[in-house]
């Protein structure tokens, strides 16, 4: 059988296909399931799926490739079968438009799909040899049920990230705690845009958060691995999606969920999940408002819910935060929590990719 190479990223994806993370899907999207997840969130089946989980290949490798049934990609330590294969060239421009709702280049979703190869190879996979050992906090499927049947609950709320926490978020994350059993905290942990927190800080920061601010066995730490895709509101449907598939019930979503720039409206995250029922998602999403500390209120402030200005908010932008961490300045405890802040500074030559 032909053995071909394939990154590290794609091998994750083979991993996260294998795991079950990526239920329904069991391999690389063929043609017709891609297009269809592009044109409406659904694999041919009417299942939902909004994400394409796809591997691409040059055309020298579609050449070599064109004859076999089933192959081996390997990043040399991990090998994966992937069977019944099949080799199409791709839309690039209709891929894009619909994943991302731009052609914009400066796009960091965009900027990477431009420089896919040609040619996507689909197929089942399969392990053969996965070196990978889940470590403290990365989480396979089965481990995670496991820990939240271990911890007695029937109801988990899931929180994305990919920052460490404001105090806005840890305000999401307990308010949406008062519905359920308990939470578990998924950072994304993967090949982000230069100026994101690095994924070991993020965990850090959010271990003193823990440690220092919730209930015990409340909440859980686990991460996600795979890249992020800025692709806003389909990937706030991809990540729903795949907590559902570790075990959680319910999603939280906020403003400018995996978004980037100004390509998405702030709640445009939550609106799409109106395409779907419950049934379908097979979790259910909390919607949450924007909340920041008001200094009039005394209290975290859901935006429009009270009547004091703009100026009496603390609010810092990630710009705003990343100076003030590089400056060693003050930050407001009523943004972060100070064992949060104090993490930061104590890594502030080391936080950002
Ligand atoms: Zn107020």
Not at 2 to 8: F, G, L, P, Q, R
Not at 122 to 132: A, Q, T
Not at 156 to 165: G, Y
Not at 292 to 319: A, F, N, R, V
Request: proline share 3%.
């Amino acid at each position: 059988m032909k053995k071909i190479k394939a990154s590290d990223e794609i091998i994750q994806e083979a991993r996260n296909i294998v795991d079950g993370l990526y239920f329904p899907l069991q391999g690389f999207l063929n043609e017709d399931d891609l297009r269809s997840i592009l044109e409406n969130m659904r694999l041919k089946s009417g299942q939902v799926w909004s994400m394409p989980v796809v591997f691409d290949i040059s055309e020298n490798e579609a050449q070599e490739l064109k004859n076999e049934n089933s192959i081996i990609i390997t990043n040399k330590k991990d090998e994966f079968f992937v069977k019944d294969i099949s080799i199409f060239k791709w839309d690039r421009e209709f891929f894009v438009k619909n994943l991302y709702g731009t052609l914009d280049g400066a796009h960091p979703g965009v900027e990477r799909a431009m420089k896919m190869k040609k040619f996507l190879l689909s197929g089942k996979v399969e392990k053969i040899r996965n070196s990978e050992k889940p470590g403290v906090f990365h989480l396979t499927s089965e481990q995670a049920k496991d820990i939240f049947k271990k911890n007695g609950w029937a109801n988990v709320v899931a929180f994305q990230t990919r920052n460490p926490p404001h105090r806005s978020h840890e305000h999401l994350q307990k308010t949406a705690l008062a519905e359920v059993d308990g939470i578990l905290i998924n950072p994304v942990i993967g090949s982000k845009k230069s100026g994101d927190f690095r994924d070991k800080h993020i965990i850090g920061a959010y271990q003193k958060l823990i440690k220092h601010h919730y209930e015990p066995g409340k909440a859980v730490l686990g991460t996600l691995h795979t890249f992020m895709r800025y692709a806003g509101p389909r990937e706030a449907v991809f990540h729903a999606l795949v907590r559902r598939n570790l075990g959680c019930t319910h999603m939280i979503i906020g403003r400018d969920h995996a978004g980037v720039g100004d390509y998405y409206g702030t709640y445009d995250a939550q609106k799409i999940f109106d395409n779907f029922t419950e049934d379908e998602l097979g979790i259910r999403i909390l919607r949450y408002e924007n909340v920041t500390y008001c200094q009039g209120c005394g209290d975290m402030s859901e935006d429009g819910s009270c009547d004091h200005s703009q100026d009496q908010k603390i609010h810092l932008s990630g710009t705003k935060l990343r100076e003030k961490l590089n400056n060693n300045e003050e930050i407001p405890e009523e943004f972060m929590r100070k064992e949060v802040i104090e993490y930061l500074k104590d890594n502030k030559d080391d936080l950002f990719v």
